[in-house]
């Protein structure tokens, strides 16, 4: 079946511009993850959504940084004003969130350089 | 912070067992040992995870030891499409984020 996927893969922008990362979770997963991956560094959270519940902002850098999932499903990251230090891969995950244990189903991340 | 500490990296023999170990001395009754692994330009990938007993799967086996202040994640047969950074993460069962070290990396060689 489908996994989680990312869009768009690469995205080149302008110090200062504005840029919008898209992720589709897997169906029917109820939670979604974004990480991100600077070069030579390990992987960091960024934001989880859970269902209906607010979501955990609690890894997000600055106000710059913000995302929203619309209808349980779709999210997208949003960094406005981006900085040269804002180059990262930016992954998302999903997941079902069940009580079992919690697999997280990462995508292929969307490599994002700022000029 | 990462609550585990393991060695920044691993060299193994394709075809032999690859044994990567993970120290988390603090962890809580209630966290269990989750291992997960990133191929350079890849997502990560879940490997396996554990409470207190050992646990194995088509991928690798996870040996906790009895006060659950370590573990090893076992390849048995390690071939070079296992080369990646490996993953120890501690944490409770359900739901919320991963908090990620910075790994072991894992070669395998020919």
């Known amino acids: 079946g489908a996994g989680v996927s990312q869009s768009p893969s690469n995205k080149v922008t302008e110090k200062g511009k504005d840029v919008e990362l898209r992720c589709d979770p897997i169906s029917g997963h109820t939670a979604l993850y974004w990480y991100r991956q600077s070069l030579g560094q390990g992987l960091e959270f960024l934001i989880y959504f859970q269902g209906n519940s607010a979501p955990d902002k609690s890894g997000l850098p600055s106000d710059r940084f913000s995302a929203e999932r619309t209808g349980g499903s779709v999210s997208t990251l949003t960094i406005q004003r981006t900085q040269q230090e804002d180059s990262a891969v930016y992954l998302c995950?999903?997941?079902?969130?069940?009580?079992?244990?919690?697999?997280?189903?990462f995508g292929p991340g969307t490599r994002l350089t700022v000029l | 912070d990462a609550k585990t500490t393991q060695p920044p990296s691993m060299d193994c023999a394709e075809g032999r067992a690859a044994n990567l170990p993970c120290n988390h001395s603090t962890i809580s009754g209630n966290e269990y040992v989750y291992w997960y692994r990133q191929i350079h330009s890849q997502g990560p990938q879940y490997i396996i995870h554990g409470l207190k007993n050992n646990e194995t799967n088509e991928m690798a086996s996870l040996i906790i030891t009895e006060d659950r202040k370590s573990s090893t994640l076992i390849l048995p047969h390690a071939t070079l499409r296992d080369t990646a950074v490996y993953y120890c993460i501690v944490r409770v069962e359900k739901g919320g984020k991963l908090i990620f070290g910075q790994g072991t990396e894992l070669s395998v060689k020919p």
């Open positions: 995950a999903s997941s079902f969130d069940r009580a079992s244990y919690n697999e997280q189903f």
